[in-house]
């Protein structure tokens, strides 16, 4: 970078492309950080979804190991679900 003359008062037209070419600068940089948010936004909203379905899915086979549950208790035949095989179900 070059020193200029404090003697000599700045030259206008160099002050505004100087503050052009960095605010083109940051505008290229604002237009990343806004498509990097969108992608993790997007990501971010996939995840929610997969949470949610994995929730409902839990929650229904939940829901089903306690119906099994009952009716094997109360000496009704019932049919055990895949996932009861599993060590203590």
Wanted: aromatic share 2%.
């Amino acid at each position: 970078m070059t020193s200029r003359d404090p003697d000599q008062p700045p030259d206008p037209a160099a002050a505004a492309l100087l503050l052009a070419t960095e605010a083109a600068l940051l505008e290229g940089r604002l237009r990343m950080l806004r498509e990097a948010l969108d992608t993790v936004d997007a990501r971010m909203e996939a995840v929610s979804d997969t949470l949610r379905r994995l929730r409902g899915a839990a929650s229904a086979t939940h829901a089903a190991d306690r119906v099994n549950r009952r009716g094997a208790s109360e000496g009704g035949d019932s049919v055990p679900f895949p996932h009861d095989a599993r060590p203590g179900g």
